[in-house]
């Protein structure tokens, strides 16, 4: 694609999941949300470790099994550190890990906002006609791919539907199905704006 402004968007999520959990104190199913602390136990020379949640309503406690009876010699210093201190990184990572929530507790509440950083990292964008979008997570998000561009760019997901049927727009990998799906690490996306009369004002949403 010729004249193309190439970019770089890295997509991360707002909302941490919330396990939907039986609380005992409400007597309901509630969504309980992440404390953003860690709870290292230890017992001799095994440590246990679990993040805790919190129920919205009533501040009941569950706790998130990340360790079980590991050996404290198996732990790295620097991994053992980050956990007692309640390092924001290393929560981050396990309160997005919504496949081990899934795994623990069956249901959870999913939240589609993010934060969408661009960096443009080729082409020029004077004179571009075409934009060429290179999708990265920091982890993975429920936010379908067509509401992503849509927001993005400031055009309606009809005329990304449009587009593609005009084959001006091309995903890889699986093509056009994606947009109904949730956004995945390593997309590509190109639109062709050549004939599109507000292309600056896309390519400009775009980050270019």
Excluded at 74 to 85: F, K, Q
Excluded at 161 to 168: S, T
Aim: aromatic share 4%; net charge positive; with cysteine.
């Amino acid at each position: 694609m010729s004249s193309a402004l190439r970019i770089h968007w890295t997509i991360a999520p707002e909302i941490a999941p919330r396990p939907l959990i039986n609380c005992n104190r409400c007597g309901f199913v509630k969504a309980y949300r992440c404390s953003e602390k860690f709870r290292v136990n230890a017992n001799g020379k095994r440590i246990d470790v679990w993040l805790i949640y919190r129920c919205v309503d009533c501040d009941n406690s569950w706790n998130f099994g990340i360790l079980e009876r590991c050996n404290r010699r198996d732990i790295a210093p620097a991994l053992l550190a980050a956990l007692e201190s309640n390092d924001p990184s290393l929560v981050r990572s396990h309160a997005f890990d919504i496949v081990a929530l899934r795994n623990q507790v069956g249901r959870v509440e999913e939240f589609p906002d993010a934060v969408v950083r661009k960096r443009v990292i080729g082409g020029i964008k004077r004179g571009a006609m075409a934009l060429e979008l290179r999708l990265g997570l920091e982890v993975p998000v429920s936010l379908r791919l067509d509401r992503l561009l849509a927001n993005e760019l400031g055009i309606s997901r009809s005329r990304l539907q449009a587009l593609d049927e005009r084959r001006l727009l091309t995903i890889e990998p699986d093509g056009a199905k994606a947009l109904r799906k949730p956004v995945r690490e390593g997309v590509t996306i190109r639109i062709d704006l050549a004939s599109e009369p507000d292309r600056r004002t896309i390519i400009s949403a775009a980050g270019g």
